[in-house]
Nanobody, 122 residues
Framework: QLRLVEVGGGLAQPGGSLRLSCVVS????????WAWYRQGPGEQRTLVARLTKDDEPEYTDPVNGRFTISRDNAKNILYLQMNSLKPEDTAVYYCNVEGRPYFWSTNRRDYWGQGTQVTVSS
């Protein structure tokens, strides 16, 4: 029911910046738990940042202070501003959102984008 498309990945130098966008389209579900994940080579997919139910940003330690997650509620776009990039940030980045038919529903499903490659290298 939902389509998530990540854009904005590419090659950046250490200390540089990139801005990722996740465009969500589709109807019939309400959206919750917006988040960014990443998966480096030979690694498990891990949480990078998320928005709480009150749109409060939360970050994992490796990116805290360098990345900023935000959302455009009107356009259903999730952003990840990445500053002070490090080589260890190299990974495929995925956006993730939970869909429900209504707020109180127990029928909840995670939706994922196709991922966008971020490479940090000089």
């Amino acid at each position: 029911q939902l389509r998530l498309v990540e854009v904005g990945g590419g090659l950046a130098q250490p200390g540089g910046s990139l801005r990722l966008s996740c465009v969500v389209s589709g109807n019939g579900v309400r959206l919750y738990h917006w988040a960014w994940y990443r998966q480096g080579p030979g690694e498990q997919r891990t949480l990078v940042a998320r928005l709480t139910k009150d749109d409060e940003p939360e970050y994992t330690d490796p990116v805290n202070g360098r990345f900023t997650i935000s959302r455009d509620n009107a356009k259903n776009i999730l952003y990840l501003q990445m500053n002070s990039l490090k080589p260890e940030d190299t990974a495929v980045y995925y956006c993730n959102v939970e869909g429900r038919p209504y707020f109180w529903s127990t029928n909840r499903r995670d939706y994922w984008g196709q991922g966008t490659q971020v490479t940090v290298s000089s």
